[in-house]
């Protein structure tokens, strides 16, 4: 563009208006206007800019040329001074009175007062260096200054006429000085190892802080920021990776000791006598003290040997000299000390917290931090830094300054929150990955799918025999207090037995897997014990000898509470997470197992297996995990820290906090138990409902009605008829159908097999209230299919429900109204009840009135008998209700024609029954052997019977029943005493 307009402007404009029209010409004039005003703007910029610059230039030239006066005037005036300083020396070179000098020649006297100094400073390099050796810094920096004022006196005698000449015979000066200027690095070098080394006493400390003053010609508040930047990288360099300590554990003492070490150093080397208390006068202000000591002082710097030839020959300025100060020394004010040292203590904390924090993730025991924190604790009691610490921390930070608690205590408590929370969660995980190997969906299909089958099955488990089903010291009568102590100690250890287990249907896995969880508990009770529990050697609790609490430097009950109030909070976390696991778990096996039923599938061994051992894991590990409930409910031995009422009354409430957190834990447990037990119920019901749905549908049909309906009572009945006497047979049912019996045994089976004794009573009778709910629903159903097919036209009737089949239909259903529906006052026990006695009146709608006046009192003896009898093997559905026992006869028993006798038995008494002192024995002794008692594949009472003949048998018990009922008792008595004395072993 900016080429395009030069080659514009070069042209002709008589050229421009032959080749562009009126428009175009237009579109130049403004395009070349606007140049112009950019040029002219870039012309007033560069113009502005450049008279900036200008004035600058000038301003620069004019504080050059006062510099440069400046300069001059100044060296004019050293040269003044140094003449007459020339002039005020004596010309004759006096001598010390210790080293009177021999009569000279005025004009050799001069030349003997040069060559001495050339001597001395000859002589000067060796002993810098061996008191740089030694560690004699502040030594060191006296002579290297008397080096440095021979030097410069010797120069300033060269600036004269009369002694231009030294220069030019003793070249030796030149680099002489040279070679002794090198020592001042040295020297500050080595003063500032000695600063950072905390090892050394106050008085190194000062001798060096002395030194580099001199040297460098500062100030005592000077002095103090070095002394404190020179700490600061001494513990820096704790952290550096080239200055790793040995163990984190020295580490932390080092840190204690430069924190400590230099607080007390301050108050020695800095702090005034008027800022410290009286308790802990003694040295103080080293510092200033150490300088008017080497510049005060009469006697002079002391580096020759006596009886030299040449010393006689020195002029008394070197013999005399002192180093001087430039600037006075003054005192450091309270208020800066006190100010810079708090700034350097947050510094260093911040120091501290950081490398600390990093160097202690490495550390993955509670115990080894314990192990630190004694370490440190022990250093902090030292007598050479807890002496009069209270008095120098005012003095220093103003105030009360705990190393311990300030610094390291939070860092440790953190890292004592991460590992217990790293340890739980790695119970958790554990917990959660051994539940979902469980099922063997890992590859793992060894023994967990053999232990898993017992979940539901029970039985085989609880009915084995095993060694380790009494412990061996419950065994054994105890007599004396320390035998019985240590028995109670060893059952104890030795945990419940497997009876209790078995009692509790608590399975092999669900033991396993409880015990594991316990084990890894009780691994970080033990670990985390080491941190709060107290030490016998020392009393780091607070003590109550006065109305006020004084609270010394270590104090344990702070740690306690926050770190068992962290651990029972990380641990209930920890639990709520594990119970959120076990809720999904029981949520997705439901969806699976509505997915089954949905799709009519059979459901998988495992996933019910799965669900029970989820259900039984929440029961068992409150109870089997007694670490869980000291994790959550930390009681630990404190009786010195409760030593005083004040202090119980406030760990009563806390105690009672972590009290109702158990409760709360143990009833999320039960919970979700009951949550997994009602998915079980809902799978249960829904298979045995549908099976009783199925037979009842089919039992229209005659074969399915021939094979469903067991034997009826024929029962003779007279009836008078126009004076005359007429007797006839009618046949009444006498017990339920058998897909009903099928129902309750099944129904039985499931529950005796997965240990429903031990389930939440709630769940046992939500699911017989379900199972009624379904079996109600089903009779309805069922009689509105025979209702809308009676109903329509098209219909066939040959199917037609006979008055038989409704009478037995009649009695299946009052019998299970008596066995599964409750008799209380729930509203579900009403609206069930309700709905079965509506079926059960649509049933007898269905029987002529005429025969049903007739029928049911047979009905009815027949079902009470038939509800009695079937008492015991259906006492898992029977016994949730406790008024279902007589509800059948209105609390009547059967007809009996003998007393009946009480089934109480004799309880063992005798020495030969010691480990089982419960067992029921006879009052006299039977001769026939156990073997009768026991049912056996040969017993008469496991012999496959015809329906013919149970029906006939029950008739011919019902009458003899009670007449054998002194002979029962005699068996069951003889059966007890017989497992007494040949079963047990008689306690040999």
């Given at each position: 563009m900016a080429a395009a307009m030069r080659n514009l402007m070069k042209s002709d404009p008589n050229s421009l208006f032959e080749k562009y029209n009126i428009e175009e010409i237009r579109d130049l004039e403004k395009s070349i206007k606007v140049e112009i005003e950019k040029k002219k703007e870039?012309?007033?910029?560069?113009?502005?800019?450049?008279?900036?610059?200008?004035?600058?230039?000038?301003?620069?030239?004019?504080?050059?040329?006062?510099?440069?006066?400046?300069?001059?005037?100044?060296?004019?005036?050293?040269?003044?001074?140094?003449?007459?300083?020339?002039?005020?020396?004596?010309?004759?070179?006096?001598?010390?009175?210790?080293?009177?000098?021999?009569?000279?020649?005025?004009?050799?006297?001069?030349?003997?007062?040069?060559?001495?100094?050339?001597?001395?400073?000859?002589?000067?390099?060796?002993?810098?260096?061996?008191?740089?050796?030694?560690?004699?810094?502040?030594?060191?920096?006296?002579?290297?200054?008397?080096?440095?004022?021979?030097?410069?006196?010797?120069?300033?005698?060269?600036?004269?006429?009369?002694?231009?000449?030294i220069i030019a015979h003793f070249p030796v000066l030149s680099w002489q000085w040279s070679a002794i200027r090198q020592f001042k690095p040295a020297?500050?070098?080595?003063?500032?190892?000695?600063?950072?080394?905390?090892?050394?006493?106050?008085?190194?400390?000062?001798?060096?802080?002395?030194?580099?003053?001199?040297?460098?010609?500062?100030?005592?508040?000077?002095?103090?920021?070095?002394?404190?930047?020179?700490?600061?990288?001494?513990?820096?360099?704790?952290?550096?990776?080239?200055?790793?300590?040995?163990?984190?554990?020295?580490?932390?003492?080092?840190?204690?000791?430069v924190v400590a070490v230099t607080i007390r150093q301050i108050s020695a080397i800095f702090c005034s006598s008027d800022d410290l208390e009286a308790s802990i006068q003694g040295e103080c202000n080293l510092l200033l003290t150490t300088l008017r000591r080497v510049t005060e002082r009469e006697q002079p710097v002391s580096v020759w040997t006596p009886g030299s030839s040449f010393l006689k020959h020195l002029p008394s300025t070197v013999v005399t000299f002192r180093p001087v100060l430039h600037t006075p020394a003054a005192h450091i004010t309270p208020q800066y000390l006190q100010q810079s040292a708090q700034q350097w203590l947050n510094a260093c904390m911040q120091h501290?917290?950081?490398?600390?924090?990093?160097?202690?993730?490495?550390?993955?025991?509670?115990?080894?931090?314990?192990?630190?924190?004694?370490?440190?604790?022990?250093?902090?009691?030292?007598?050479?830094?807890?002496?009069?610490?209270?008095?120098?921390?005012?003095?220093?930070?103003?105030r009360r300054l705990l190393v311990w608690d300030e610094c390291l205590r939070p860092l440790f408590l953190a890292r004592i929150q991460a590992i217990i929370s790293g340890c739980l969660e790695e119970v958790t995980l554990s917990a959660q990955t051994l539940l979902s190997e469980a099922d063997g969906a890992s590859g793992q299909t060894g023994l967990n799918e053999k232990l898993l089958e017992l979940e539901s099955n029970v039985l085989n488990y609880m009915w084995t025999e095993s060694p380790g089903d009494v412990p061996a010291c419950a065994a054994w009568q105890v007599t004396t207090v320390p035998r019985a102590s240590k028995a109670a100690a060893a059952a104890a250890a030795a945990g419940p037995g497997g009876l209790a287990m078995k009692a509790k249907a608590f399975t092999p896995f669900v033991q396993n897997l409880s015990g594991h969880i316990d084990r890894q508990l009780q691994a970080v009770l033990q670990d985390v014990s080491t941190y709060v529990a107290d030490d016998a050697g020392h009393s780091h609790e607070i003590v109550l000898d006065t109305d006020e609490a004084v609270t010394?430097?270590?104090?344990?009950?702070?740690?306690?509470?926050?770190?068992?109030?962290?651990q029972?909070?990380?641990?209930?976390?920890?639990?709520?997470?594990?119970?959120?696991?076990?809720?999904?778990?029981?949520?997705?096996?439901?969806?699976?197992?509505?997915?089954?039923?949905?799709?009519?599938?059979?459901?998988?061994?495992?996933?019910?297996?799965?669900?029970?051992?989820?259900?039984?894991?929440?029961?068992?590990?409150?109870?089997?995990?007694?670490?869980?409930?000291?994790?959550?409910?930390?009681?630990?031995?404190?009786?010195?820290?409760?030593?005083?009422?004040?202090?119980?009354?406030?760990?009563?409430?806390?105690?009672?906090?972590?009290?109702?957190?158990?409760?709360?834990?143990?009833?999320?447990?039960?919970?979700?138990?009951?949550?997994?037990?009602?998915?079980?119920?809902?799978?249960?019901?829904?298979?045995?409902?549908?099976?009783?749905?199925?037979?009842?549908?089919?039992?229209?049909?005659?074969?399915?009605?021939?094979?469903?309906?067991?034997?009826?009572d024929t029962i003779a009945i007279q009836e008078e008829a126009e004076g005359a006497s007429l007797s006839s047979n009618i046949r009444v049912p006498m017990q339920a159908s058998w897909y009903v019996h099928r129902l309750l045994h099944e129904l039985c089976r499931h529950v005796n097999c997965v240990g429903g004794h031990a389930f939440n009573r709630s769940v046992l009778r939500e699911l017989v209230q379900s199972i009624a709910d379904n079996v109600i629903r089903s009779y309805?159903?069922?009689?509105?299919?025979?209702?809308?097919?009676?109903?329509?036209?098209?219909?066939?009737?040959?199917?037609?429900?006979?008055?038989?089949?409704?009478?037995?239909?009649?009695?299946?259903?009052?019998?299970?109204?008596?066995?599964?529906?409750?008799?209380?006052?729930?509203?579900?026990?009403?609206?069930?009840?309700?709905?079965?006695?509506?079926?059960?009146?649509?049933?007898?709608?269905?029987?002529?009135?005429?025969?049903?006046?007739?029928?049911?009192?047979?009905?009815?003896?027949?079902?009470?008998?038939?509800?009695?009898?079937?008492?015991?093997?259906?006492?898992?559905?029977?016994?949730?209700?406790?008024?279902?026992?007589?509800?059948?006869?209105?609390?009547?028993?059967?007809?009996?024609?003998?007393?009946?006798?009480?089934?109480?038995?004799?309880?063992?008494?005798?020495?030969?029954?010691?480990?089982?002192?419960?067992?029921?024995?006879?009052?006299?002794?039977s001769s026939r052997p156990v073997s009768d008692y026991l049912l056996t594949p040969q017993s008469p009472l496991l012999k496959s019977q015809s329906t013919s003949a149970i029906l006939c048998s029950g008739d011919e018990s019902s009458s003899s029943g009670s007449g054998d009922s002194q002979s029962i008792h005699r068996s069951a008595t003889s059966f007890f005493e017989a497992m007494s004395t040949s079963w047990w072993g008689g306690g040999k």
């Open positions: 870039d012309l007033r910029q560069m113009v502005g800019e450049r008279y900036r610059d200008l004035i600058e230039a000038a301003d620069t030239i004019k504080d050059m040329k006062l510099s440069a006066d400046n300069v001059t005037r100044s060296i004019g005036s050293m040269q003044t001074q140094c003449s007459s300083l020339v002039q005020l020396l004596p010309s004759t070179r006096s001598r010390s009175a210790a080293f009177p000098l021999a009569k000279v020649k005025p004009k050799e006297e001069h030349f003997y007062c040069v060559a001495a100094q050339v001597k001395l400073l000859l002589d000067l390099p060796e002993k810098i260096w061996a008191a740089v050796e030694s560690q004699a810094y502040l030594n060191a920096t006296q002579l290297y200054l008397l080096a440095r004022h021979i030097h410069t006196g010797l120069h300033l005698d060269s600036t004269s006429a009369q002694c231009a000449h020297i500050l070098k080595g003063c500032s190892q000695k600063l950072n080394d905390i090892s050394v006493s106050e008085q190194v400390v000062a001798d060096c802080l002395c030194a580099v003053l001199l040297l460098d010609d500062s100030t005592p508040r000077q002095m103090f920021t070095e002394f404190l930047l020179a700490r600061s990288n001494a513990l820096q360099q704790l952290f550096q990776p080239g200055h790793q300590a040995s163990s984190i554990k020295f580490l932390v003492c080092s840190l204690v000791d501290i917290h950081q490398g600390v924090a990093a160097q202690l993730s490495h550390v993955s025991t509670v115990k080894a931090l314990a192990s630190m924190r004694d370490a440190a604790w022990e250093r902090l009691r030292q007598e050479r830094l807890s002496h009069g610490w209270d008095g120098i921390c005012a003095a220093v930070v103003g010394p430097q270590f104090v344990t009950s702070e740690d306690w509470e926050k770190v068992v109030t962290f029972q909070k990380a641990c209930e976390a920890g639990i709520v997470s594990l119970l959120d696991f076990i809720q999904k778990e029981v949520v997705a096996l439901e969806q699976q197992l509505k997915t089954h039923w949905s799709a009519g599938e059979t459901v998988a061994p495992k996933k019910v297996n799965r669900l029970l051992l989820l259900s039984r894991f929440c029961i068992g590990l409150p109870e089997l995990s007694p670490n869980l409930q000291r994790c959550l409910t930390p009681t630990m031995e404190r009786s010195r820290r409760e030593s005083s009422l004040r202090r119980q009354s406030k760990l009563q409430p806390k105690r009672q906090d972590h009290e109702q957190v158990w409760l709360e834990i143990k009833r999320k447990f039960r919970e979700t138990s009951v949550q997994a037990c009602r998915v079980w119920a809902d799978q249960v019901s829904h298979q045995l409902v549908d099976t009783f749905t199925m037979f009842l549908f089919a039992s229209r049909s005659g074969p399915s009605l021939l094979k469903q309906t067991p034997v009826w309805e159903n069922f009689l509105k299919e025979e209702e809308e097919k009676e109903e329509g036209e098209r219909e066939e009737r040959k199917w037609r429900l006979s008055q038989t089949q409704v009478l037995q239909l009649l009695f299946d259903a009052r019998f299970l109204s008596v066995v599964i529906i409750a008799k209380d006052d729930s509203e579900v026990g009403r609206r069930l009840a309700e709905r079965m006695q509506t079926v059960v009146e649509r049933l007898e709608n269905r029987v002529d009135p005429f025969d049903l006046d007739v029928f049911l009192p047979y009905i009815g003896a027949h079902l009470s008998r038939h509800v009695q009898r079937s008492q015991v093997l259906l006492g898992s559905v029977t016994g949730l209700d406790k008024n279902n026992l007589f509800a059948a006869t209105g609390g009547r028993s059967l007809p009996s024609t003998q007393q009946e006798q009480h089934n109480v038995l004799q309880l063992s008494s005798v020495a030969m029954t010691t480990r089982f002192p419960l067992l029921p024995v006879a009052s006299q002794s």
